[in-house]
């Protein structure tokens, strides 16, 4: 099948959920403006909160925007499945044939947009092609900075063909229904295109009320929160250029590259990962957690 000469009127939906996004400190304006140019509509959850983000996400100029309003399960405290509800009632009012998953923290890059768009319509008729992964920057401490660790995940699928049963169990990743009890991960492209994600830049002041709103919906207590309880080994430079819609957030990207100083020494659990990235350079693979199955592009 020529899936070049397939003419088709394509549809690109994206989709979030956010709650308290003001008061904890997500670049959720920043998130959302990012793939406004790339998508027909973007349905967005806003839980009811303390703070103004309803308002504020009112008051961005586009007709692209469908606003969902929805009351959490407080008493939903299992493993973050809240979040797994969250992100489906904003998935579930998709209407386009690609469903564009975004975090409040992730940012596309308008450089990638066109790019975006022509692998979405070149496999839009070709059902092989479930999900396509992002390659992801995790910022971490400054915007200079950036992690390479086998602990963290690389790569990670953020847009999903919607006609396919698909469901979150904790919001993070998808899992596919193939028939009545198949459970598996979408089959996935890889095509090289970066997800920016800024989670982990915000101050610690934002960061450990964060921890205290969303620690009930894990069913554990809220903890102080460090950026310097990392292993410094795995922080790297960050020469690129951030998206133009993060930039203005920034003080002239002069930040130094962060490092960490470990108050005890570096935490057990990355004691035991240096081995795996040790593992990793002298295999020349990649060993961080994939929720997909990789597919070769056609």
Same mark, same amino acid.
């Given at each position: 099948?020529?899936?070049?000469?397939?003419s088709?009127?394509?549809?690109i939906s994206?989709?979030?959920?956010v709650?308290?996004?003001?008061?904890l400190?997500y670049?959720?304006?920043?998130?959302?403006?990012?793939?406004?140019?790339?998508?027909?509509?973007?349905?967005?959850?806003?839980?009811?909160?303390e703070?103004?983000t309803?308002a504020?996400?009112?008051?961005?100029k586009?007709?692209?925007?469908?606003i969902i309003?929805s009351?959490?399960n407080d008493k939903?405290?299992?493993?973050?499945?809240?979040y797994?509800?969250?992100k489906?009632?904003a998935?579930?009012?998709?209407?386009?044939?690609?469903?564009?998953?975004?975090?409040?923290d992730?940012?596309v890059h308008?450089?990638d947009?066109e790019k975006?768009?022509?692998i979405?319509?070149?496999?839009?008729?070709?059902p092989?092609?479930e999900?396509?992964?992002?390659d992801?920057?995790h910022?971490?401490?400054?915007?200079?900075?950036?992690?390479?660790?086998?602990? #963290?995940?690389?790569?990670?699928?953020?847009i999903?063909?919607?006609?396919?049963?698909?469901?979150? +169990?904790?919001?993070?990743? #998808?899992?596919?229904?193939?028939?009545?009890?198949?459970r598996?991960?979408?089959?996935?492209?890889?095509?090289?295109?970066?997800?920016y994600h800024y989670?982990?830049?915000r101050?610690?002041d934002?960061?450990?009320?964060?921890d205290?709103k969303?620690?009930?919906y #894990?069913?554990r207590?809220?903890?102080?929160v460090?950026?310097?309880?990392?292993? +410094?080994?795995i922080?790297?430079?960050?020469?690129?250029e951030h998206?133009?819609v993060?930039?203005?957030?920034?003080?002239?990207?002069?930040?130094?590259i962060?490092?960490?100083?470990?108050?005890?020494?570096?935490?057990k659990?990355?004691?035991?990962y240096r #081995?795996?990235?040790?593992?990793?350079?002298?295999?020349?693979?990649d060993?961080?957690?994939?929720?997909?199955q990789?597919?070769?592009?056609?």
């Open positions: 099948m020529n899936l070049k000469n397939v088709s009127q394509m549809k994206a989709f979030t959920f709650k308290n996004g003001q008061l400190g670049p959720f304006v920043q998130s959302i403006q990012s793939v406004l140019p790339l998508v027909d509509e973007f349905v967005i959850n806003v839980g009811e909160g703070d103004d309803l504020i996400i009112q008051a961005i586009s007709d692209k925007i469908r309003e009351k959490w939903m405290r299992a493993r973050g499945y809240v797994g509800q969250q489906m009632i998935q579930f009012n998709c209407t386009g044939d690609w469903a564009f998953y975004l975090e409040a992730e940012v308008e450089n947009i975006i768009r022509a979405c319509e070149k496999h839009l008729h070709n092989e092609v999900a396509i992964a992002f992801y920057i910022f971490w401490g400054n915007e200079s900075t950036y992690i390479d660790s086998s602990h #963290w995940y690389r790569s990670e699928a953020r999903i063909r919607n006609s396919i049963r698909s469901y979150a +169990p904790d919001g993070l990743y #998808w899992i596919v229904l193939d028939g009545r009890k198949g598996r991960y979408p089959r996935a492209l890889r095509p090289g295109i970066n997800m989670g982990w830049t101050t610690i934002q960061l450990e009320k964060k205290e969303v620690s009930q #894990w069913n207590k809220a903890e102080k460090s950026y310097d309880e990392i292993d +410094p080994l922080m790297r430079s960050f020469t690129g998206p133009k993060m930039q203005s957030m920034f003080n002239n990207n002069a930040n130094d962060f490092i960490p100083n470990p108050k005890n020494g570096i935490p659990s990355y004691k035991r #081995w795996k990235d040790r593992l990793e350079k002298i295999l020349k693979i060993l961080s957690k994939k929720h997909y990789l597919i070769k592009e056609t």
